[in-house]
């Protein structure tokens, strides 16, 4: 009786440490071992992103490439009691005529995904062509085809940007709505453009039927950027940061090239956008375990007795398992060292931007932050 009595205080007080102690857990698992350790939970921040890719909004498309890097670097100062949440982003177009008017000009260009080189190759290869806008239609899209999962810590969010009237298409809003709201997930409306016409237009009840938030934005309006005299040093420290990548199985060379691809593509945006690329590899939200060995030697899963001579890079060819991690842990100590440099720099860059810009500037990056952050209240999240 005794020993019940234990395991039942334990669970309680296990309850009691999760990140929404208000929250009843249904499918966590613990093991009562001789240690008594429960088996840890990972915490997720799920956000799909469905834009309106018609032929007027060139501008939000900009602004979604230019301010991605800033909403991530956001993002990584979340906490769940003293854990640090994973990122998963998926993204959806609609209202382009190139896509398939049976399936409502809707696409899902990027299911779930951790992997930032991805969403942001797959961010700059979106198009805008005039189309027909159903915003009932593409979030019942989103609920439907996504693994959201069922964690009831998790804060799962849903942004669908546009200027059209949220009624049109056959699909109700307000059904959408519904089964968003069953399924835990808050849908939040970001019009384009004037705030009384998003209202008008029913952008502000999308939202209000989920206890999201409403924001009008003007898309067209260009990103500002604060030049800051740390930007050089943390450029330079990408370089670096690069150099401790260890390729590994037949993707290896293909990502590695990816990665390249995306710190040009943000560099071409300014200097100062690459600045933010690079701050956010130097955190824990920027993983690629399927191809680098630092990253994967880090998993669980990983062994050093499965790699294959054939999957090696030339300077681990004909290397001991020994040699190996010996190598592995050399370039880990490097990055980890590389990142601090970039964290500490980027401690005085953010205090020399919030010196040089008094207001908020970026209307998608702004709006996204500004809603994230009121619904990850009610989820016990914390900022740093």
Same mark, same amino acid.
């Given at each position: 009786?005794?020993?019940?009595?234990?395991?039942? %205080?334990?669970?309680?007080?296990?309850?009691?440490?999760? !990140?929404?102690?208000?929250?009843?857990?249904?499918?966590?698992?613990?093991?009562?071992?001789?240690?008594?350790?429960?088996?840890?939970?990972?915490?997720?921040?799920?956000?799909?992103?469905?834009?309106?890719? /018609?032929?007027?909004?060139?501008?939000?498309?900009?602004?979604?490439?230019?301010?991605?890097?800033?909403?991530?670097?956001?993002? /990584?100062?979340?906490?769940?009691?003293? &854990?640090?949440?994973?990122?998963?982003? =998926?993204?959806?177009?609609?209202?382009?005529?190139?896509?398939?008017?049976?399936?409502?000009?809707?696409?899902?260009?990027?299911? +779930?995904?951790?992997?930032? *080189?991805?969403?942001?190759?797959?961010?700059?290869?979106?198009?805008?062509?005039? %189309?027909?806008?159903? !915003?009932?239609?593409?979030?019942?899209?989103?609920?439907?085809?996504?693994?959201?999962?069922? @964690?009831? *810590?998790?804060?799962?969010?849903?942004?669908? #940007? %546009?200027?059209?009237?949220?009624?049109?298409?056959?699909?109700?809003?307000? @059904?959408?709505?519904?089964?968003?709201?069953?399924?835990?997930?808050?849908?939040?409306?970001?019009? !384009?453009?004037?705030?009384?016409?998003?209202?008008?237009? +029913?952008?502000?009840?999308?939202?209000?039927?989920?206890?999201?938030?409403?924001? #009008?934005?003007?898309?067209?309006?260009?990103?500002?950027?604060? #030049?800051?005299?740390?930007?050089?040093?943390?450029?330079?420290?990408?370089? $670096?940061?690069?150099?401790?990548?260890?390729?590994? &199985?037949?993707?290896?060379?293909?990502?590695?090239?990816?990665? #390249?691809?995306? *710190?040009?593509?943000?560099?071409?945006? /300014?200097?100062?956008? =690459?600045?933010?690329?690079?701050?956010?590899?130097?955190?824990?939200?920027?993983?690629?375990?399927?191809?680098?060995?630092?990253?994967?030697?880090?998993?669980?899963?990983?062994?050093?007795?499965?790699?294959?001579?054939?999957?090696?890079?030339?300077?681990?060819?004909?290397?001991?398992?020994?040699?190996?991690?010996?190598?592995?842990? $050399?370039?880990?100590?490097?990055?980890?060292?590389?990142?601090?440099?970039?964290?500490?720099?980027?401690?005085?860059?953010?205090?020399?931007?919030?010196?040089?810009?008094?207001?908020?500037?970026?209307?998608?990056?702004?709006?996204?932050?500004?809603?994230?952050?009121?619904?990850? $209240?009610?989820?016990?999240?914390?900022?740093?």
């Amino acid at each position: 009786m005794k020993s019940i009595v234990k395991k039942i %205080g334990l669970l309680a007080l296990l309850t009691i440490m999760s !990140c929404n102690a208000n929250t009843k857990h249904q499918n966590n698992t613990y093991s009562f071992n001789d240690s008594i350790e429960p088996i840890p939970v990972k915490h997720y921040i799920k956000v799909a992103l469905l834009l309106d890719t /018609s032929n007027s909004m060139d501008g939000l498309i900009d602004q979604a490439k230019a301010q991605l890097w800033e909403i991530v670097n956001e993002l /990584s100062y979340a906490k769940c009691q003293d &854990n640090k949440p994973y990122l998963e982003i =998926a993204l959806y177009e609609y209202g382009n005529d190139n896509l398939n008017g049976e399936e409502g000009y809707i696409r899902q260009v990027l299911s +779930f995904s951790k992997d930032l *080189d991805e969403i942001s190759k797959h961010l700059f290869s979106l198009t805008t062509k005039g %189309g027909n806008e159903y !915003c009932g239609q593409v979030i019942t899209t989103a609920l439907d085809q996504l693994q959201w999962e069922n @964690n009831p *810590d998790d804060l799962k969010l849903i942004f669908i #940007a %546009g200027n059209e009237p949220f009624t049109q298409g056959k699909v109700s809003y307000k @059904n959408a709505s519904k089964l968003a709201s069953n399924k835990d997930i808050t849908v939040n409306t970001i019009f !384009c453009g004037n705030y009384d016409q998003g209202v008008s237009s +029913f952008w502000k009840d999308g939202a209000d039927l989920t206890n999201g938030n409403y924001m #009008a934005i003007n898309h067209n309006k260009t990103t500002a950027y604060v #030049a800051t005299p740390y930007d050089d040093e943390i450029l330079e420290y990408n370089k $670096k940061l690069n150099e401790t990548y260890v390729t590994y &199985n037949q993707i290896g060379l293909r990502k590695m090239q990816l990665q #390249a691809e995306q *710190d040009d593509n943000a560099k071409d945006y /300014s200097n100062a956008n =690459a600045v933010s690329r690079t701050v956010s590899k130097s955190t824990h939200l920027y993983k690629n375990s399927t191809w680098d060995l630092v990253d994967a030697s880090d998993s669980e899963d990983f062994k050093y007795e499965d790699l294959k001579e054939n999957e090696l890079p030339d300077e681990l060819k004909n290397k001991s398992k020994k040699e190996i991690k010996a190598f592995v842990s $050399k370039k880990k100590e490097e990055r980890l060292q590389i990142q601090k440099k970039i964290q500490d720099l980027n401690i005085s860059r953010k205090q020399f931007i919030s010196k040089q810009q008094k207001e908020d500037v970026n209307g998608l990056e702004n709006a996204m932050i500004q809603a994230i952050k009121t619904q990850a $209240k009610h989820k016990n999240y914390k900022w740093n």
